[in-house]
C-alpha cells in the first residue's frame, strides 16, 4: 500500500529563513506526490503536485519540492519564510498509479512555525 | 472559492442522532471523496464515488453512508453518532487521468455532544 512519513510533526523557523519540510513515500507504483497546506480553520489547498515530469516541481508562494527516486523523497523547500507561510503542511500520496481517479493518501502533518 | 461546496459548514447534534452532509463537487468533476479530519487520527480517507458508483472504500464505519447522486453531488450520511465522531468533514473532486488534480471543499465540523 502506499504511504507517506512526514519526518518532523512540527518546525520552527525564524521569518526570512529557508523552509525544509521532509516527507518520505513508500509507493508500489511510479507515484503522484502532493503537498497540501492548510490555514487554521481554513480547508486545504494545493501547493504543488508531481506526476513524473519534471523531478523539481514549483508550487505556489514560492514553494518547491524535488522528487529524489533513490532516495524516496519528496521534500517541500521555500527560500525565506514569511509569517503567512504558519501553517500545517500535509505530504500527499496517490493510493494507485491513476493519478485523479484514486484516494490520496495523507502523512500525519508538520505545522510550520514562523517567529519573527 | 475552490469550486467545491460543501453545505452545512458548521454543525452541531447530540449522541444517537443523524445528520446528512453535502458535497456539490467542481464542474466537470466525475469523482467525489470524503475524508475525516480528527485530531487523533489525522485525514482518513473514508469513500470515493465516481459517476453515481462506488469506486474506493477506506476507513469508513458502518454507521455511515454515502451516495453519490445523477447530478454528481454527494452525500455522507451519519447515523447513531457519538463523541468520537466530532471532526472535520472534508469533500474533495478530480479529474481522472495523470496529472488529475484533486480540489477540496472547506469542509463540514461536526460537533457531536
Known amino acids: 500500500a502506499q504511504s507517506v512519513t512526514q519526518l518532523d510533526s512540527h518546525v520552527s523557523v525564524s521569518e526570512g529563513t529557508p523552509v525544509l519540510l521532509r516527507c518520505n513515500y513508500s509507493?508500489?507504483?511510479?507515484?503522484?506526490l502532493f503537498w497540501y497546506v492548510q490555514h487554521p480553520n481554513k480547508g486545504l489547498q494545493l501547493l504543488l503536485k508531481?506526476?513524473?515530469?519534471?523531478?523539481l516541481v514549483k508550487g505556489i508562494n514560492g514553494f518547491e519540492a524535488e522528487f529524489k527516486k533513490s532516495e524516496t523523497s519528496f521534500h517541500l523547500t521555500k527560500p525565506s519564510a514569511h509569517m503567512s507561510d504558519a501553517a500545517e503542511y500535509f505530504c500527499v500520496v496517490s493510493a494507485g498509479p491513476n493519478s485523479g481517479n484514486t484516494p490520496l493518501v495523507f502523512g500525519k502533518g508538520t505545522r510550520l512555525s514562523v517567529i519573527a | 472559492d475552490s469550486g467545491v461546496t460543501q453545505t452545512p459548514k458548521h454543525l452541531i447534534t447530540a449522541t444517537g442522532q443523524r445528520v446528512t452532509l453535502r458535497c456539490s463537487p467542481r464542474?466537470?468533476?466525475?469523482?467525489v471523496y470524503w475524508y475525516q479530519q480528527s485530531l487523533d487520527q489525522g485525514l482518513q480517507f473514508l469513500i470515493q464515488?465516481?459517476?453515481?458508483?462506488?469506486?474506493a472504500k477506506g476507513n469508513i464505519l458502518e454507521r455511515f453512508s454515502a451516495q453519490q447522486f445523477p447530478d454528481l453531488h454527494s452525500e455522507l450520511n451519519l447515523s447513531s453518532l457519538e463523541l468520537g465522531d466530532s471532526a472535520l468533514y472534508f469533500c474533495?473532486?478530480?479529474?481522472?487521468?495523470?496529472?488529475?488534480?484533486?480540489?477540496f471543499g472547506s469542509g463540514t465540523r461536526l460537533t457531536v455532544v
Open positions: 464542474s466537470g468533476d466525475l469523482s
Open positions: 508531481y506526476t513524473s515530469a519534471a523531478t
Open positions: 474533495a473532486s478530480s479529474v481522472p487521468g495523470q496529472g488529475g488534480g484533486y480540489t
Open positions: 464515488y465516481y459517476n453515481g458508483e462506488e469506486r
Open positions: 509507493s508500489s507504483y511510479s507515484p503522484s
